[in-house]
């Protein structure tokens, strides 16, 4: 009886429990890793600096010495300051882009260390390994995100004169959007293996037509067609309203909507993408290879 | 019956075309990524496009031209962004490279081979600004079809300035490289200071619409006058400074950089095989 208590709740028997404790046990190697590199935790703060700084730059440079270009700017967009613009435009590609790197590099890094095989092999839950991954790197974003406000505050004058609830509110409801996508990625990536020219190409289409530095209507009709199905874009201007005008809910209550549909979305072809991959995997015996 | 244990002109050139080779193979290994390089570039400034855009009347930049005396600010940005990818393959060529033995387990056993460290550093950057070349040239013409790119001076005079820029370069590359070594971490450090290097050095805009505080930053960095003068000669910008006083500072500059270089990285490789973490990562 002794031992048929200690072996049940084994790993040798998959439970919703040992699932648990995988996920676990995964979250808190991701979180070890995370802070063995120091650097990884300066970026937090540079980042958000660093990133929005280059067209905040241009943008000035755009302006010409005597504003000629910046009236240009107001009369074209509408817009009567582009520092807040730019930031908060600049903030979703970072974290959409990091989100990317990170939780879509998860498997594709255990693979070149050579550990993917031998952790595919222990009867856990395997999608604990992606999920586990995400978790301190939602942790380290949150903390991104609250950084990069306080930044944008202090160094560039960013005035928010919308509302920190609201604000707050579309992190939440963006959260399944953004990481889905990532689940998403990195089952692509995994078969496909050339992670690097997958990461360009996603962030590129959101930095092309999401309107992080400029408004949708300067761009052509195909490609603001395109941008309305991708949930960045809606993230970008919920977050522009909630942050930056006074608007209230009702100027981000349809945005939520579609965030959270595509949310949906993405979460569920996240989570099936990685099924398949999953049973490709166990099929052609691939997994290992890169 | 030259081997390398007993090293010579030959069999380093014998090493070197080894690592050269090996980059090359690996690096077109995975061809997608070749061609998003390309590609990515051109994505990168597309929203500079657009956003110039908004600040032109007519397509012509005027505001941009009071402080860089140019309106086509995409032909200024496009060369830019190319001088910028060369820079960049020295930074990654080798602090980058180093990082990927480190992770794949070769680094102390190619440090044990009778090469000078040097040469592998420089090895590793010799594949990477071949494909630079090739990509940078494949951008220009794809970026020009998009954006449009007319270079209206001499291409020649254009690439005097380029040569001691990209030998003081190697200098920061050897620093940089041994830093690596000695924090076993790569990615957050090339992406951060490639990118502050590259909006100080004006790689997207004139340096003097800097603020005037950040100004010296801009002035102190040899890449600044680099570009200010590819640009002066290529497509007839205002250079900060004459640029026969450019070209001074950039030959001073490149023997500075690669005696402070060269100093650096041998001190702080002494240091890592002390604490003997040369295999750690």
Request: include cysteine.
């Given at each position: 009886?002794?031992?048929e ?29 995370f802070?063995?590199?120091p ?52 903030m ?21 260390r ?45 005035h928010?004169?919308g ?19 990532g ?24 930095m ?15 490609m ?7 949930p ?14 006074t ?27 990685f ?12 997994i290992?290879?890169? | ?19 050269i080779?090996?980059?090359w ?21 597309a929203?500079?496009?657009?956003m ?41 060529g ?27 550093l ?29 270079p ?14 990209m030998i003081?370069l190697?200098g ?10 000695l924090?076993r ?8 200071s ?38 002066a ?32 990285f041998?001190?702080?490789?002494r ?11």
């Amino acid at each position: 009886m002794r031992s048929e208590m200690i072996v049940s709740s084994s790993l040798g028997r998959s439970t919703p429990w040992n699932g648990l404790r995988a996920l676990g046990a995964v979250i808190r190697r991701e979180w070890t890793i995370f802070l063995r590199y120091p650097s990884w935790i300066v970026s937090l703060f540079v980042w958000p600096i660093i990133f929005p700084m280059g067209y905040i730059l241009t943008a000035r440079a755009l302006s010409g010495v005597d504003g000629s270009g910046l009236a240009q700017f107001q009369a074209t967009t509408g817009l009567t300051e582009y520092v807040g613009y730019l930031a908060v435009g600049t903030m979703i590609w970072m974290w959409q882009n990091m989100v990317l790197w990170n939780v879509g590099y998860a498997l594709r890094n255990e693979q070149l260390r050579g550990t993917l095989e031998s952790n595919w092999l222990s009867p856990t839950w395997r999608f604990a390994y992606l999920l586990g991954s995400s978790v301190p790197q939602l942790v380290s974003m949150l903390t991104m995100l609250f950084i990069s406000g306080l930044e944008y505050a202090l160094i560039f004058g960013v005035h928010f004169s919308g509302s920190l609830g609201l604000v707050l509110l579309v992190i939440l409801a963006s959260i399944p959007a953004v990481y889905g996508l990532g689940f998403a990625f990195a089952s692509v990536v995994i078969t496909a293996k050339e992670s690097n020219a997958f990461v360009f190409l996603v962030r590129g289409i959101v930095m092309l037509f999401c309107g992080i530095t400029y408004p949708l209507a300067i761009l052509p009709e195909w490609m603001q067609a395109v941008s309305k199905w991708l949930p960045q874009t809606y993230i970008i201007h919920a977050m522009r309203s909630a942050a930056l005008s006074t608007e209230g809910f009702g100027g981000i209550a349809h945005d939520l909507e579609l965030i959270l549909l595509f949310g949906a979305f993405w979460l569920a072809a996240g989570f099936a993408l990685f099924n398949r991959m999953e049973r490709r995997a166990r099929q052609t015996g691939a997994i290992g290879q890169y | 019956m030259q081997n390398l244990s007993q090293p010579t002109l030959a069999s380093h050139a014998r090493a070197l075309y080894a690592l050269i080779r090996k980059d090359w193979k690996q690096y077109w290994r995975y061809p997608l990524n070749a061609v998003s390089s390309v590609f990515h570039p051109l994505i990168w400034i597309a929203p500079v496009y657009f956003m110039g855009l908004t600040f032109s009347t007519n397509g012509k930049a005027l505001g941009f031209a009071q402080y860089s005396g140019t309106t086509d600010f995409m032909s200024f940005i496009l060369l830019g962004t190319v001088l910028e990818n060369f820079i960049n393959a020295v930074f990654w060529g080798m602090g980058f490279a180093l990082k990927n033995d480190m992770d794949s387990g070769v680094m102390e056993s190619n440090w044990l081979t009778p090469i000078p460290r040097l040469l592998i550093l420089v090895g590793h950057s010799v594949t990477n600004l071949i494909v630079t070349a090739i990509t940078s040239a494949g951008m220009l013409f794809f970026g020009g079809l998009v954006f449009g790119f007319h270079p209206t001076g001499d291409v020649l005079k254009a690439f005097v300035p380029i040569l001691p820029m990209m030998i003081g370069l190697y200098g920061f590359g050897f620093a940089f490289a041994a830093v690596v070594m000695l924090i076993r971490e790569a990615n957050s450090l090339v992406d951060m200071s490639s990118f502050l290097v590259q909006i100080f050095s004006g790689s997207n805009f004139p340096v003097n619409a800097l603020p005037r505080f950040l100004l010296p930053v801009a002035l102190a960095l040899p890449l600044t006058y680099g570009l200010d003068s590819v640009r002066a000669h290529l497509i007839g910008t205002t250079p900060i400074l004459p640029l026969n006083w450019e070209m001074v500072l950039l030959v001073v500059f490149m023997f500075v950089m690669l005696w402070v270089g060269v100093a650096s990285f041998r001190s702080l490789e002494r240091r890592v095989r002390i604490l003997g973490t040369l295999g750690q990562h």
